[in-house]
């Protein structure tokens, strides 16, 4: 059988998508209602716009799957330019903009866009590029290793001093698991936890109190109304949900004990209506969304295409990962949306911009002739 | 080219495995909060979404026995603040600070406190709510709530008490009636969201507050009123460091008064007091309080004294029920006696008694005579009687802080403790103690127990409880009750009691004059003067007892110093009770006489005084309790004081200064 020149788009990640972004609006609705009509005297506000973002981010999905993933490649270091500008952009006063003593978007007129959500992307792509034509020289240290670490740390440092920790942080978690998928020596990475670790001995033994404020986290009662608060609120509504939940649009965490609760808190509310059933129904299905993408990552036609993929679902899992362990605190509280769930505009259009790539990768795959 | 490398390929995998990993883990993770520790969860966010608001329940009236207000509830606020609506924090606490008259400081964090709401000021009355209202300040809440008002402010104050911020009694009657006065707050339960607002589908429950009940005292507010008035200058003329007088009905052991000056203002019981204001912000708070609760302690029922001769009664009234006396019986009075080697002096030592009856004997407060009835008695009996009347034991009135006094064990005294305490010495009671057991002597014997509380009554004046009187025990017989009734009349009419002798009625009672002891060591200077008095003296209607202490002016004895406030006291109740003066036939003489006016012999030799006394056609008579004077002795004080008009022929006392 030849094989066919082009394949169909993978119709199973395409269905776990759309099902996530409908259980997203829903959630959303229900946990910005309330608030939402209290403070706008709109129930409907958050969900009138989530709707908006979904259908624009659809589009640029469905153009993104269109457009061959191939030519992303070309442009590679074309986007880490412009991502550059972007990023130091937020600095000029007048363009930057962001709320609670974090400067993290640009706005232009009505329209505002988070640089580092482009910056993640074009990170993504330049690696996925750049790995695919190192081939085996990416198993040398200085030429396959150092160069991605230094570009990684520029970005790291201009996230950070945004300031954007858990940005900051996926991008390196990112970083790595891209140069390991590229078959960089284990111990060419491994070799940058050395100077972590006499900082972590001196923590341990002289002065181990701040290891033990740092661990604080796992005791929010300490500090319930200040740094625990949040996931204090957060295990209460998780704890209250229970097996079957208290069923959809009855929780009662959203009525401000969760601040904002359309955003990073989101998880909490499904757990608290939908339960341990839905919250782990929920967990699977990201679970199963990774295996599509590292599926096609397998499958893809070549080694960028491989890459490429990989690092889009390693984005995307990493940032689920983070989002639910601190919703269940088991880390400390840090601001990450869970994609494809959580309220916002820019989260959601990359996020699916990154999946029309994948599906667009996915549509490249031959199927082999048996 | 075949795609990707197969290394590639097992590094992609261990990452998908990595992941696998990580969504176990974090679905082991919910499980644990969600399923296991679930209901501990659960039950902490009911908690969260539960406001359970108490509301207040009005706190019961306190009227007098006739139904006047001595407590009531007037009208005040709890002041609330939202800070998130403070815009200009820095000007609100400003105002607040000036208008409630709190630390700026404290205010500007109130304001600026990272809480919803945060209370500023409980207990804020109306007309400074007014001016707060005006202002038209952002983010203020006004609650309304109750504050506790004493219409008369200093009035009653250690029987009446006060209450705290909370409304609940702290001391005096609001604290032991405090069940009854508070009644049962009610209850507002319901879900609500972080900002307190009520959610949809709340499950609201209310319970209505039921009011506290009303409580009518024994207390008369008139006879508080003289009592108060006379206690308050016999403060000011003795220069005392207290005095207490106590009113009580005999028969039913009803306190119709209790004075205690000084005293405190119930409104503001927690002002600071005056001579410590200086020094105030640089004590402890322990210090604080317990200068405070030095303040609130009632000597008239927490104080111990040595009672001195008013004890004599006691002992009166044992010896004659034992039947080991009569009125008539004859004692010898040598100025002293010899009591296990020890020789125990009379006061008047100087110039005995000699012989007179018993009656005459307590007429004259003569010590050996006393001591020779207890000595009769044997320390046994004698006991069963003190202990019979009280001492040693709280009256158990109903209210806080009662002391027991202290009775030596029988078994630990010898014949002279014995004879010590047949006048008075070497035991210590509580006013209250005292006046329970004169009751009892003279309201044929009964020993009542001290009524503060009539009855409870609801608010449309429903008897819900009627505290009855309560008969303790029957100390002596109705007969020598009746005796020691004209007994102690003639110590007013015959004896050391004049002073309280009011034309028209029948006053009984006995004088009492004891060196105070601190440190089990007598101090020289310091003295518990007081009077116990009742009238009419054939049907006694009250009782009243005056307690002097540390009186600090010209005279400290009982005779000079106490009855005539006993009196001032007496005279007042009884026109008030209209109990109609009945004046003997030489009474009625007496008042159909010419007034003659007393001239003033203090300070004068004691042979001039007499002369002088006789040429007015005024009669004298000498009583001395603590030393012998000479002819040429001054006169230290004198009853009726001077420029009283009187009839001829009134006896007039004299105290003269001891021989040194």
């Known amino acids: ?370 | 080219m075949a795609g990707v490398a197969k290394k590639i390929k097992r590094r992609v995998l261990f990452l998908l495995a990595s992941f696998t990993l990580l969504f176990f883990l974090l679905t082991v993770r919910l499980f644990q909060i969600q399923i296991v520790n679930g209901a501990e969860y659960q039950q902490k966010a009911i908690e969260q979404w539960t406001r359970d608001v108490p509301i207040p329940s009005k706190r019961g009236i306190i009227y007098d026995r006739n139904g006047k207000e001595l407590a009531t509830n007037a009208p005040a606020y709890e002041i609330y603040v939202r800070p998130v609506e403070v815009t200009d924090k820095e000007s609100v606490a400003q105002t607040l600070s000036e208008v409630l008259k709190m630390d700026k400081e404290t205010l500007m964090n109130k304001v600026s406190a990272n809480k919803d709401t945060v209370i500023i000021k409980k207990k804020v009355d109306s007309d400074t709510v007014k001016i707060l209202r005006e202002k038209n300040i952002k983010g203020l809440i006004f609650v309304d709530d109750s504050k506790r008002f004493y219409p008369q402010s200093n009035f009653a104050s250690y029987v009446l008490g006060f209450t705290n911020y909370d409304n609940q009694g702290q001391d005096g009657v609001e604290a032991t009636f405090e069940k009854y006065l508070n009644g049962f707050p009610g209850r507002d339960i319901k879900m609500t969201d972080a900002q307190g607002r009520e959610l949809p589908e709340s499950d609201r429950k209310y319970y209505e507050p039921q009011d506290g009940l009303n409580l009518i005292l024994t207390i008369d507010e008139v006879i508080q009123h003289f009592a108060e008035k006379a206690v308050e200058n016999a403060l000011v003329e003795n220069k005392a460091k207290r005095v207490t007088a106590i009113v009580m009905e005999p028969k039913t052991g009803d306190i119709l008064a209790m004075a205690i000056k000084p005293d405190y203002d119930n409104n503001n019981p927690r002002e600071v007091p005056e001579d410590l204001i200086d020094q105030w912000d640089s004590m402890s708070s322990t210090e604080q309080y317990n200068a405070l609760f030095k303040i609130w302690r009632n000597p008239a029922i927490s104080d111990t004294y040595e009672p001195g001769s008013t004890f004599k009664t006691i002992t009166a009234a044992a010896g004659l029920e034992e039947g080991v006396v009569k009125p008539d019986d004859k004692f010898y009075c040598s100025g002293s006696v010899v009591v296990a080697g020890r020789r125990l002096k009379c006061w008047r030592s100087y110039n005995p008694h000699g012989s007179e009856s018993f009656a005459e004997g307590v007429q004259n407060s003569c010590n050996p005579v006393f001591i020779e009835v207890a000595q009769r008695l044997g320390k046994e009996k004698f006991y069963k009687y003190i202990q019979a009347f009280g001492f040693g034991s709280p009256t158990n009135i109903k209210l806080l802080g009662e002391a027991s006094g202290i009775v030596r064990n029988v078994n630990s005294i010898g014949p002279v403790e014995l004879a010590n305490i047949s006048f008075g010495q070497g035991i210590t009671v509580t006013p209250i103690q005292l006046i329970t057991a004169v009751s009892a002597i003279v309201n044929d014997g009964y020993l009542m127990e001290p009524r503060i509380a009539k009855k409870l009554v609801d608010n449309e004046g429903n008897t819900v409880h009627e505290f009855q009187p309560r008969v303790v025990r029957q100390v002596i017989s109705k007969e020598t009750s009746a005796t020691m009734r004209q007994i102690l009349e003639s110590v007013v009419t015959e004896g050391s009691g004049g002073g309280a002798y009011i034309p028209g009625y029948k006053v009984g009672g006995k004088t009492g004059t004891a060196q105070k002891a601190e440190n089990g060591r007598y101090v020289p200077g310091k003295y518990v003067s007081s009077f116990v008095g009742f009238a009419p003296a054939n049907d006694p209607k009250v009782v009243v007892l005056v307690v002097i202490d540390e009186p600090g002016g010209a005279s400290y004895y009982g005779g000079v110093i106490a009855t005539p406030v006993v009196k001032s006291i007496i005279s007042d109740t009884l026109r008030y009770l209209d109990v109609k003066p009945q004046y003997t036939e030489e009474e009625a003489k007496k008042l159909a006489k010419e007034k003659v006016t007393v001239p003033e012999i203090r300070n004068m030799k004691l042979k001039d005084a007499i002369k002088l006394l006789e040429q007015n056609k005024l009669k004298y008579r000498l009583e001395e309790e603590q030393g012998e004077p000479e002819q040429d002795s001054l006169v230290l004080d004198q009853t009726p004081r001077a420029n009283a008009k009187v009839n001829e022929g009134t006896v007039v006392i004299i105290y003269a200064k001891p021989k040194e």
Not at chain 1, 241 to 252: A, C, V, W, Y
């Open chain 1, 1 to 370: 059988m030849p094989a066919r020149k082009k394949g169909n788009i993978d119709f199973t990640l395409l269905i776990t998508v759309f099902i996530l972004l409908a259980i997203g609006i829903t959630m959303v609705f229900s946990a910005s209602a309330a608030s939402s009509y209290l403070k706008h005297n709109d129930s409907y506000k958050y969900l009138k716009s989530q709707g908006l973002y979904a259908i624009i981010s659809i589009i640029a999905m469905l153009i993104m799957s269109r457009v061959n993933y191939r030519i992303l490649g070309r442009y590679a270091l074309f986007f880490v330019i412009v991502s550059f500008i972007l990023l130091i952009a937020i600095f000029i006063p007048g363009l930057g903009y962001g709320a609670k003593g974090a400067m993290r978007w640009i706005r232009v007129g009505p329209l505002t866009m988070q640089p580092s959500e482009f910056a993640k992307t074009a990170l993504i792509i330049f690696m996925a590029r750049s790995l695919a034509n190192k081939k085996d020289k990416v198993r040398q240290f200085v030429q396959g290793v150092v160069p991605y670490i230094i570009l990684m740390a520029i970005y790291f440092l201009l996230i950070i001093l945004q300031p954007n920790l858990s940005m900051a942080g996926s991008i390196l978690i990112i970083t790595f698991a891209m140069l390991f998928a590229a078959g960089a020596r284990v111990w060419h990475l491994l070799v940058w936890g050395i100077p972590v670790i006499p900082a972590l001995i001196y923590l341990v033994t002289k002065e181990s109190y701040r290891l033990n404020r740092w661990l604080s986290f796992r005791d929010p009662w300490a500090d319930p109304l200040n740094t625990g608060y949040q996931a204090i609120q957060s295990l209460l509504a998780l704890g209250s949900g229970g097996l079957f939940g208290l069923g959809l649009g009855n929780s009662r965490q959203k009525f401000f004990y969760i601040p904002e609760a359309q955003n990073d808190f989101i998880f909490s509310i499904i757990g608290e209506e939908l339960g341990f059933i839905g919250a782990s129904t929920v967990l699977f299905l990201f679970l199963f969304l990774i295996w599509r993408g590292i599926r096609i990552a397998l499958h893809a036609p070549d080694m960028f295409g491989c890459l490429l993929a990989t690092g889009i679902t390693c984005m995307i899992g990493i940032q689920v990962v983070i989002n639910i362990a601190v919703v269940t605190v088991s880390m400390p509280t840090t601001g990450v949306t869970l994609p494809l769930i959580s309220s916002g505009g820019t989260s959601l259009l990359f996020v699916m911009s990154n999946i029309g790539i994948l599906l667009n990768i996915s549509r490249n795959i031959k199927t082999e002739g048996s």
